[in-house]
């Protein structure tokens, strides 16, 4: 089954203690990207990746890292959390380039993450 | 960072009702997409919309990508519980970035 997976769902942590949340897509895509989701703001995105090796920072990158070694596989990382970043994580994964310019954007299903 | 202006943020229908919600920007988008959240799952695309003027429907969904390219609203007829859940527009600016609204929240009273 063609999906992108997330672990873990739930996270709770306390404030500096470092963290990964792991995203994997089986389709071959590309292009993946992480986006957080907070009431009111709708899905912002923290960072992406074009291919293998080439990241690149969203629209809310401070306090984040990622990294893509491996096409299927694209971590985010907190070095040290605070509790702004409790939050609804999503990862996504599409092709890179379509006919009309966009390919669909497949999401995982989220990590929730509180920070104590 | 730049944000779609969606509304309404929140609805609250009964079963058979139509709904209608729009989103607006300051900016161009290239493409404008409208995405449905079930609880507890992630955004799934419900229309891509490519074109200024474009008018698209899938199933009970209508969606129409604005003239100037700054706007975009989505028509659900006759909903039906399964309707149930977040919805939000999504412009599209150079390859693959994506924009997103704040959401609506359709709730449906049988």
């Known amino acids: 089954e063609a999906q992108v997976t997330q672990n873990p769902r739930y996270l709770i942590t306390v404030t500096g203690k470092k963290l990964t949340v792991t995203c994997s897509q089986n389709m071959n895509h590309e292009y993946m990207s992480w986006y957080r989701q907070d009431p009111g703001l709708g899905l912002r995105q923290i960072y992406y990746?074009?291919?293998?090796?080439?990241?690149d920072k969203g629209d809310v990158p401070e306090g984040y890292k990622v990294s893509r070694k491996e096409k299927r596989n694209f971590p985010l990382i907190l070095e040290s959390p605070s509790p702004n970043q409790t939050s609804l994580y999503f990862c996504?994964?599409?092709?890179?380039?379509?006919?009309?310019?966009?390919?669909?954007?497949?999401f995982g299903p989220g990590t929730r993450l509180t920070v104590l | 960072g730049q944000q779609l202006n969606q509304s309404p943020q929140s609805m609250f229908i009964q079963e058979g009702e139509d709904v209608s919600m729009n989103c607006t920007s300051s900016s161009i988008f290239n493409t404008w997409l409208w995405y449905k959240q079930d609880p507890g799952e992630g955004p799934v695309l419900l229309i891509a919309?490519?074109?200024?003027?474009e008018l698209t429907s899938n199933g009970r969904l209508t969606a129409q990508f604005g003239i100037t390219r700054k706007d975009s609203f989505l028509n659900i007829s006759a909903s039906i519980p399964s309707d149930v859940g977040i919805y939000f527009c999504a412009g599209q600016r150079g390859a693959q970035k994506l924009v997103f609204g704040q959401g609506t929240r359709l709730t449906i009273n049988p």
């Open positions: 996504a994964s599409s092709h890179a380039k379509g006919p009309n310019g966009y390919n669909e954007q497949f």
């Open positions: 990746s074009m291919n293998v090796e080439v990241t």
């Open positions: 919309l490519y074109k200024a003027g």
